[in-house]
């Protein structure tokens, strides 16, 4: 899968390559002409700027370092479980292979521990996905958002890579939030309110949240 | 490195930087003129528009005066200014589909362009078809590392991802676009 993905291997054919470039291949930019926009909408918009003498206001509660921090934790976890999960499944063939003490129910259910430590971890990602994606939607401050966003993309991309996420349906909900998260990830601070309301549209046109609560389920071990 | 060279060297990007900040109108134009082509070939294969295009490379050098104080020289200067040049073209985009939406209609009357001058009409209108049809993390990838030659790490740092992210989305990029264009397979092997 690496290999696959060194951006080289797999690369596809000159000719199709050359085409690619060919199609929607930039003119020049008008330079002159953009940069008279540029100027003119930065001179408007100095003229109603307020003044920069006031620092912007810190929302009370904790720093903002804190959720970073958990969020670290967090993956540190889901990543120990999921190595927990492979190691599981690569044992199964040993065992298979004659040195089992009592071969058929054991392998059977290590089978099934894996399934559920994967089943669990995902769980446990797609409510925090969940939080994230409902306090966007609520539009508080968004200054988190970007760096939970940037977290939780690791652990998506853990899950989607891990033997575990075989699922077509939480594989396509993990691959839509996937997308979702990068550009989460983008938002700039201070800016990114309009960036944010964009995305919440995308949410419910995508009707990604009553997806992600179809696919949590109730008890904190039930398998999905 | 992208398809254009970037400001020389972090020392004079630094002092570029200095410059505009302290009000340096002549410093301004440099750094515009110093990324202008690479934000607007972006954007242009992004939409597709050249009026578009202009829109967007406007509203990101705006927003680049804006916050260059923000810029702590963690990744390259064209890196962050083509971060915010993705941030507007998503942005911008997402407005036009908002905006298509409410216009099914039209947009089922409106015949797509198919002229195309050069020979392979057909595969280019097939791979015009499968680019657009990718998911936008796909899209973007493909038309960032494939088309207009960005290294994985400048994706990377510009869409805030893992450059694993990035290898892997445009591994499955081109994995889709095969998938789509299987029926010319014969002819380029």
């Known amino acids: 899968m690496m290999d696959m993905m060194d951006g080289q291997t797999d690369s596809l054919p000159d000719r199709i390559l050359a085409a690619a470039r060919e199609l ?44 970073s921090i958990r969020l670290t934790v967090w993956i540190t976890g889901i990543a120990a479980l999921l190595a927990v999960g492979i190691g599981i499944g690569r044992l199964t063939p040993t065992l298979r292979s004659g040195q089992a003490l009592r071969p058929a129910a054991p392998i059977t259910a290590l089978k099934d521990r894996g399934k559920v430590a994967y089943s669990v971890v995902t769980a446990e990602h797609l409510s925090r996905v969940e939080t994230l994606l ?16 940037r977290e939780l993309l690791t652990s998506t991309r853990l899950l989607l890579d891990s033997p575990g996420g075989a699922d077509p349906k939480i594989r396509a909900l993990l691959e839509d939030l996937e997308l979702i998260l990068v550009q989460v990830a983008q938002v700039d601070v201070g800016h990114g309110r309009e960036d944010l309301d964009l995305i919440t549209d995308g949410l419910e046109q995508r009707q ?17 | 490195m992208g398809a254009f060279p970037v400001v020389a060297d972090s020392m004079e990007r630094t002092s570029l930087v200095h410059r505009v900040l302290a009000g340096d109108a002549a410093a301004e134009r440099e750094l515009y003129d110093a990324h202008v082509d690479r934000v607007y070939r972006l954007a242009y294969r992004m939409v597709g528009d050249p009026d578009q295009a202009a829109e967007y490379t406007q509203d990101t050098f705006v927003r680049v005066f804006d916050r260059l104080g923000d810029f702590r020289g963690e990744a390259a200067l064209s890196t962050w200014v083509t971060s915010i040049a993705l941030s507007v073209v998503y942005s911008g985009m997402r407005k036009v589909k908002r905006f298509r939406q409410r216009e099914t209609d039209l947009d089922e009357a409106v015949a797509m362009p198919t002229t195309q001058r050069q020979s392979e009409p057909d595969l280019k209108k097939r791979l015009a078809e499968a680019i657009d049809s990718l998911a936008e993390g796909y899209r973007t990838v493909f038309l960032m590392h494939d088309v207009e030659g960005y290294t994985h790490d400048e994706i990377a740092t510009a869409l805030g991802i893992q450059e694993g992210t990035s290898k892997a989305q445009l591994s499955r990029a081109r994995s889709r676009l095969r998938e789509k264009l299987k029926e010319f397979e014969g002819e380029w092997t």
């Open chain 1, 208 to 224: 990604v949240i009553p997806r992600l609560r179809t696919a949590i389920p109730a008890g904190p071990a039930r398998q999905l």
């Open chain 1, 24 to 67: 929607n291949s930039p003119p020049a930019p008008p330079r002159e002409e953009i940069w008279a926009r540029i100027q003119a909408e930065r001179a408007g918009k100095q003229a109603v700027r307020p003044p920069h003498d006031v620092l912007p206001i810190q929302p009370p509660g904790r720093p903002s370092v804190r959720p």
């Open chain 1, 134 to 149: 409902t306090s966007l939607r609520t539009g508080q401050d968004q200054a988190p958002f970007s760096a939970q966003a």
